[in-house]
């Protein structure tokens, strides 16, 4: 039964192979799979998988993405720029940037303190803990953002403590830097967990009996090593505040001028078929946006290098 | 305090390099600082909603949730989760396929255009398609001849739900499929496999944690996508209310009893996903 197809199908797979599989010198680096050239593998599908694949991501995401940019035109250059400086976009993004860069930064030491704890301590409920900081990634925004609210306002569980002390944080732009740390919370801790796995203990051994104390072994030796994950993770959390909508407006107040977020004020725009306007603040905010996702692939390219570069040096 | 490796070793014979390890102490006082961190900033949260949604008693909570609206939000959700989930899992497999199996010229590029959607934030995903289809979009007066509704209508939610979680399950495909090579299915193809069955018997066996994964990802985020949505759906109440804009208007009239007893089901949903999650990784460790 199975000589009928054999007959078959090997013919077909040496049509496919024009040149020898040995023939053809493995590219440089990256990936490890045997492919040929350009598209051609023994493997069928190419044609359907890469068709299907960009033809859904230019129906999906590229075509609806250009309208960005089609709408735009409409405005004049004067009426551009007016639009994208008016005091309240300005204070939108000021506080925007602000808040995101906070919020990164105090998940960049508390991110970088619980992958630790997570990694090198044994206490009670360590696994459930761990699986528990990704909750951020799966709570649907807008829970997150009425129980946040709920907590720090005046009457909350934590707002009717802080408040007699001066802290008010529901419904002030405190509020965004809380909102904003509660998303970005996993990324930094699952960006230093696994180079703190693979730390090699060699070298923790090797500082310590050349005389130096656990704080300064951790700060001499382990701190660089680890600063590219904690800068990766820091990027990709600021990037992810930045555009956050649904955990932010609950507490946030919504006050223009003070406490307004950017994609809000998108939000105000479009609700005012306002098209231009909203379409001309969301282009300065991707602009950003994609600036930085740049730079997150220049910091994990430069990290990829380094590491490559010292296992070559061995 | 300088206490070397050998001191150490010495007295703990059993734990080698491990017992390298700051005194109790400072251990004790690290594992305190991010437990309070944690617990502010996740476990309060947690309990809240569902001491809230309890508030005001069980009653309360059973009418909320079985009440029509909610009823609708619910459907809806399932709805947007069934079209958009199984949509995106065919995109993986075929953008996981192409990319993890071939050499072809822009392959980076490819893989950067899949991840396009996690760089937008989600009001933008929203706006994009009510420049399209709205009635001030490029194609809004074609449609609007046609009589066709997507903006302010279900399959408006659908298409932004779709666009923002498209990257999900090719991006836990593209590294796994990557690593794992070509060897089994050229040997499946040599010994006379057709491709569909290299496919189903040889390549969706190794992949299928990593699927199961991206697609439990992918179905949270559908369930959850709150700013897209509330762009396209014009908040009509019983028609274009996903559960997470339903959560929003009884919030906004301040209903919080309500709000939160809805919100309990997208917590648990959060919740399953967490432990789904965790289970998935416990059995590729192994």
């Known amino acids: 039964m199975n000589t009928l197809e054999e007959r078959d199908a090997v013919p077909a797979v040496e049509n496919r192979l024009p040149v020898p ?12 799979q045997r492919s040929l050239f350009s598209g051609g593998s023994v493997l069928p599908g190419f044609g359907l998988s890469l068709g299907f694949t960009l033809l859904y991501l230019t129906l999906i995401i590229l075509i609806p993405l250009s309208t960005i940019l089609l709408k735009t035109f409409d405005l004049t250059w004067a009426g551009f720029w007016a639009t994208v400086s008016a005091p309240r976009a300005l204070a939108a993004y000021r506080l925007s940037i602000g808040a995101s860069f906070i919020g990164g930064a105090i998940n960049a030491v508390f991110g970088l303190l619980v992958a630790w704890v997570l990694e090198r301590y044994e206490f009670p409920g360590r696994r459930i803990i761990d699986a528990l900081v990704d909750l951020p990634f799966a709570l649907p925004t807008a829970v997150a953002g ?55 203990p060699e070298v923790e051994e090797a500082a310590a009996s050349l005389g130096a104390g656990r704080w300064q072994t951790f700060r001499r030796v382990m701190l660089p090593e680890l600063l590219p994950a904690v800068s990766t993770g820091f990027v990709l959390a600021f990037a992810r505040a930045l555009g956050e909508y649904g955990s932010v407006i609950f507490i946030a107040g919504n ?42 692939n220049l910091l994990s390219w430069r990290r990829n290098r380094k590491l490559s570069a010292s296992e070559g040096g061995d | 305090m300088l206490a070397g490796n050998r001191l150490t070793e010495g007295r703990q014979p059993g734990r080698p390099s491990r017992s390298l390890t700051e005194p109790r102490l400072v251990q004790w006082l690290l594992i305190g600082a991010a437990m309070l961190f944690l617990g502010f900033f996740l476990l309060v949260p947690l309990l809240l909603v569902f001491y809230k949604a309890l508030a005001e008693g069980v009653a309360t909570y059973w009418a909320a949730i079985r009440e029509p609206m909610a009823l609708a939000a619910v459907r809806l959700t399932l709805l947007t989760a069934a079209i958009a989930v199984p949509i995106n899992l065919l995109f993986g497999l075929a953008a996981a396929w192409a990319v993890s199996k071939f050499r072809f010229r822009g392959k980076n590029l490819l893989v950067t255009l899949i991840d396009l959607p996690f760089a937008v934030s989600p009001v933008v995903s929203g706006m994009i398609y009510v420049l399209m289809f709205g009635a001030h979009g490029v194609l809004g007066p074609w449609l609007a001849a046609h009589d066709i509704k997507i903006i302010f209508a279900v399959p408006g939610i659908v298409l932004a739900t779709m666009f923002v979680t ?16 070509n060897d089994e299915e050229e040997a499946a193809l040599t010994l006379g496999a057709s491709g569909w069955q ?57 209903q919080f009893a309500a709000a939160f007893a809805v919100a309990t089901l997208l917590t648990l949903l959060a919740l399953v996903t967490l432990t789904l999650k965790s289970l998935i990784e416990w059995r590729t460790s192994r």
Not at chain 1, 284 to 293: E, I, K, Y
């Open chain 1, 21 to 32: 599989v040995a023939a053809v010198p493995p590219k440089n680096g990256g990936s490890r």
């Open chain 1, 255 to 296: 006050m223009p001028l003070r406490s307004e977020i950017t994609p809000l004020l998108i939000m105000i725009k479009l609700e005012q078929f306002d098209y231009a306007g909203a379409t001309a603040i969301a282009l300065v905010f991707l602009a950003v946006s994609f600036a930085l996702l740049f730079v997150i």
């Open chain 1, 146 to 200: 009425i129980a946040l609210a709920s907590i720090y306002a005046g009457n909350g569980w934590l707002g009717r403590w802080l408040e007699p002390i001066g802290i008010k944080v529901a419904y002030q732009p405190l509020g965004v830097v809380v909102a904003l740390t509660f998303i970005g919370l996993p990324f930094v801790v699952r960006t230093v967990q696994p180079v703190l796995r693979d730390f090699d």
């Open chain 2, 166 to 181: 498209a990257p999900l399950v090719a991006r836990e495909l593209i590294p796994l499929m990557q690593s794992q090579g």
């Open chain 2, 198 to 254: 290299t496919f189903r018997k040889v390549s969706l066996p190794k992949i299928r944690w990593g699927l199961l994964y991206g697609v439990v990802l992918c179905n949270a985020r559908a369930m959850g996508e709150f700013g897209a949505v509330s762009v396209v759906s014009g908040h009509i109440r019983g028609l274009t209310t996903t559960l997470p804009l339903h959560v929003e208007i009884l919030y906004n009239e301040y």
